[in-house]
């Protein structure tokens, strides 16, 4: 059987042609790879003086929140940051 060039589903034929597009620029997988971007973002955010912190709602406050933080154009950790901001200082007073 003779190797035709528009034969693009015999990869076998073609291991050794270069082939257009991007050449790969990271020698680690993709899963390592957003294993070191997470970790690198971790760091980033603790040099920041930022901790993370995990808890779960009801999905009724959840959706409020969802839609107070559209209405407000900013985020939800940054809502949900200034909420407590604001009812950890009044308690202060």
């Known amino acids: 059987m003779a ?7 015999t990869i ?4 050794e042609e270069k082939r257009p597009g991007r050449p790969r620029t990271n020698p680690h997988s993709r899963s390592v790879q957003v ?4 970790r690198n973002q971790v760091k980033r955010d603790k040099k920041r003086g ?10 009724s406050l959840f959706e409020k929140l969802d839609a107070m933080a559209q209405t407000q ?7 949900i940051e200034s909420i407590l901001a604001d ?3 009044s308690d202060e007073c």
């Open 73 to 79: 154009n900013v985020s939800r950790g940054e809502l």
């Open 87 to 89: 009812v950890l200082e």
């Open 3 to 9: 190797k035709e060039v528009s034969d693009v589903t």
């Open 50 to 59: 930022l901790k993370r912190v995990e808890f779960k709602m009801h999905q």
């Open 35 to 38: 294993k070191i971007n997470k």
């Open 12 to 15: 076998d034929l073609f291991s």
